[in-house]
C-alpha cells in the first residue's frame, strides 16, 4: 500500500496532461482550420469575383464589338434600312453595356486602356457614324468616310478587348492556381493536425488505461484491506465476548467472597476494603456484562426475549424505577407518561435503554435539577423522551455521543465513573427492535434523548403510520423542547 502511493499519481498526471494536450490540439486545430478555410474562402472570392469576371467580360467586350462591326459592315455593303440601323444600335448599346461591367471591376493594369477611355472612343464613334447613315443616300462621299473613320475606331476598340480578355485569363489561371495552392497547403496543415491529434488520443488512451490498471489493483488492494479488517473486527468481537464470558465466572467468586468476608466481621478494619471489593465487583461486573451485549450486537446476535408490551402500565413501572434511580442522583423526576397502545419488543431490554437515558440524564443534568421522562404515541409510533437541564453538548460532538466509551468533554464532572457504554448500549437495544434513538441539544440549555417504536397494528394501519413518522416526530420533539 504505501510502496504503491507515488504511482496514482503519476498516472494522473499523465491522463491529466494527455486530456490537457488533446484540448490544446484540437483548439488548436480548430484556429488552423478557421485560418486556411477563411484562406482559401478569400482568394477563391477574390478570383470568382475579380479575375475570373475579368476574363468573362473581357469576352463579352471582344464580342459586343464584334457585332457593332458587323452590323456596321451591313450597313456599308447592303442596303441601308431600318432593320440595320435598329441592328446597329442595339449592338452599340451592348457594347457600353459591357464596357461599363468593365468599369465596376476597377482594372489596375498600366497597359491597358480604362473602361472611360473605351467609352469615350465608342460613344465618338457613334457621334459621327450615325448621322452619316441618314446621309448615305444623298451624300455618299461623306458616308463612306464616316464609315472608314468608325472602322478605326473599331478596331482600336477590338485590340482592346483582345487585350483585355488576355489579361483575365492571364489573371483567373493565376487565382486558380492561388486557390488550389491555398487548398492544399489547408490540407496539408489539416493533416498534420489530424495526425496529432491521433498521436494524442493514444496517449490519452494508453495513459488511461494505465489508470484503469491501477484503480483495478487499487481496489484490489481496498478490497483485501475491507477483508482483513472484517476478520479483525469479528476477531475482536469474539475476543471481547469470550473476555466477558470468562470474566464473569471469577468477579462472581471475587464479589462472593467479599461478601462473604463483609458479613462475617463488618465492623473488622478490613471491612472497609471489603465493601470496596464489592463495590468495585459489582461495577465490573455491570461493564462487563455492557461489553458482551455489545459484542453480541456487533456480531448481529443480540437475542431479544419478544413479548407483547402493553405500553401504558409497562411505562407506569418504568416510571417509577426511573424515579428510584433519579433520586440516588441527588436529582428529581417529572414523569409525564401519555402513551398507550401495544408493542411487540423484549421488556428487561428496554428498559435498560430508557434508564440508561435517564442514568445519563440525571449524571450530567446538574444536582437537583429535574428530569423529565415523558411519552407519547401518534400514528402507530411511540416515542419515549428523556430531558436534562444540564449544560447540554456542543453541536461538534452530539454526533458522537452514542459512540462507545465516548462523554462529551462539557457534561459535568459528575458520574464520571461510568464506562462511557450507556448510550451505546441503549442504542444497540433499539436498533435490535427497529427504532431509532436521536439526541438534541444546546450547549448550556439542556439536552433530550428519545427513543421511538412502532407499536403493534393492523397492516393498512402500519402502512399509513409510516407515512406520517416523520411529521409525528418532528411534533414531538418540539414539543420537547419546550
Known amino acids: 500500500m504505501t510502496g504503491g502511493g507515488a504511482e496514482p499519481t503519476r498516472e494522473w498526471r499523465i491522463a491529466v496532461g494527455a486530456?490537457?494536450?488533446?484540448?490544446?490540439?484540437?483548439?488548436?486545430?480548430?484556429?488552423?482550420?478557421?485560418?486556411?478555410?477563411?484562406?482559401?474562402?478569400?482568394?477563391?472570392?477574390?478570383?470568382?469575383?475579380?479575375?475570373?469576371?475579368?476574363?468573362?467580360?473581357?469576352?463579352?467586350?471582344?464580342a459586343a464589338v464584334l457585332d457593332v462591326r458587323h452590323f456596321h459592315r451591313n450597313l456599308v455593303f447592303d442596303e441601308v434600312s431600318e432593320a440595320a440601323i435598329a441592328d446597329l444600335e442595339q449592338a452599340h448599346a451592348e457594347l457600353l453595356i459591357q464596357i461599363e461591367e468593365l468599369r465596376k471591376l476597377e482594372i489596375d493594369d498600366p497597359g491597358m486602356p480604362s473602361a472611360e477611355e473605351l467609352r469615350r472612343r465608342?460613344?465618338?464613334?457613334?457621334?459621327?457614324?450615325?448621322?452619316a447613315i441618314d446621309i448615305a443616300r444623298s451624300n455618299p462621299g461623306a458616308f463612306e468616310e464616316a464609315s472608314e473613320r468608325g472602322l478605326a475606331s473599331i478596331d482600336v476598340l477590338a485590340v482592346a478587348a483582345h487585350d483585355i480578355d488576355r489579361l483575365g485569363e492571364r489573371r483567373a489561371t493565376q487565382s486558380l492556381a492561388t486557390v488550389e495552392q491555398a487548398s492544399a497547403t489547408a490540407t496539408v496543415v489539416l493533416i498534420t493536425v489530424i495526425g496529432g491529434l491521433g498521436v494524442t488520443a493514444t496517449l490519452l488512451s494508453f495513459a488511461a488505461l494505465r489508470v484503469l490498471a491501477?484503480?483495478?489493483?487499487?481496489?484490489?488492494?481496498?478490497?483485501?484491506?475491507?477483508?482483513?479488517?472484517?476478520?479483525?473486527?469479528?476477531?475482536?468481537?469474539?475476543?471481547?465476548?469470550?473476555?466477558?464470558?470468562?470474566?464473569?465466572t471469577p468477579l462472581a467468586v471475587l464479589r462472593g467472597?467479599?461478601?462473604?468476608?463483609?458479613?462475617?466481621?463488618?465492623?473488622?478494619?478490613?471491612?472497609?476494603?471489603?465493601?470496596?471489593?464489592?463495590?468495585?465487583?459489582?461495577?465490573?461486573?455491570r461493564i462487563v456484562d455492557d461489553l458482551f451485549l455489545l459484542a453480541r450486537s456487533d456480531a448481529e446476535t443480540l437475542q431479544l426475549d419478544v413479548a407483547p408490551i402493553e405500553v401504558e402500565p409497562w411505562l407506569a413501572d418504568l416510571a417509577a424505577r426511573a424515579e428510584v434511580l433519579v433520586l440516588e442522583q441527588g436529582?428529581?423526576?417529572?414523569?409525564?407518561?401519555?402513551?398507550?397502545?401495544?408493542?411487540?419488543?423484549?421488556?428487561?431490554?428496554?428498559d435498560q435503554a430508557v434508564l440508561a437515558l435517564v442514568d445519563n440524564a440525571a449524571k450530567y443534568g446538574g444536582r437537583s435539577m429535574p428530569v423529565t421522562l415523558r411519552s407519547s404515541s401518534s400514528a402507530g409510533w411511540l416515542w419515549i423522551e428523556v430531558a436534562d437541564r444540564g449544560p447540554g453538548i456542543p453541536d461538534s460532538e452530539q454526533e458522537r455521543v452514542f459512540e462507545?466509551?465516548?462523554?462529551?468533554?462539557n457534561r459535568g464532572?459528575?458520574?464520571r465513573d461510568g464506562a462511557g457504554l450507556g448510550l451505546a448500549i441503549a442504542r444497540a437495544i433499539v436498533d435490535a427492535h427497529g427504532g431509532s434513538i436521536q439526541a438534541r441539544s444546546r450547549d448550556g440549555e439542556g439536552t433530550s434523548m428519545s427513543i421511538e417504536l412502532a407499536l403493534a397494528q393492523p397492516g393498512e394501519a402500519r402502512a399509513e403510520a409510516v407515512s406520517t413518522r416523520a411529521e409525528a416526530t418532528d411534533r414531538v420533539m418540539a414539543e420537547g423542547a419546550k
Open 19 to 62: 486530456i490537457i494536450g488533446l484540448l490544446i490540439a484540437v483548439a488548436l486545430a480548430g484556429v488552423v482550420t478557421l485560418v486556411f478555410t477563411r484562406n482559401v474562402a478569400d482568394v477563391t472570392a477574390r478570383a470568382l469575383n475579380s479575375d475570373v469576371r475579368l476574363e468573362d467580360t473581357g469576352d463579352e467586350l471582344r
Open 122 to 131: 465608342a460613344e465618338a464613334y457613334y457621334a459621327d457614324f450615325r448621322p
Open 214 to 248: 491501477e484503480l483495478r489493483r487499487l481496489n484490489a488492494t481496498e478490497r483485501e484491506a475491507k477483508e482483513q479488517l472484517a476478520a479483525v473486527l469479528r476477531a475482536k468481537t469474539d475476543f471481547i465476548a469470550d473476555a466477558s464470558h470468562e470474566l464473569r
Open 257 to 285: 467472597n467479599a461478601e462473604l468476608g463483609l458479613s462475617l466481621d463488618a465492623t473488622s478494619p478490613q471491612g472497609e476494603l471489603l465493601a470496596e471489593v464489592v463495590g468495585e465487583a459489582e461495577r465490573l461486573s
Open 331 to 350: 436529582s428529581s423526576l417529572v414523569a409525564q407518561m401519555e402513551a398507550i397502545g401495544r408493542l411487540e419488543g423484549d421488556i428487561a431490554r428496554l
Open 404 to 409: 462507545r466509551f465516548y462523554r462529551a468533554g
Open 413 to 415: 464532572e459528575r458520574g
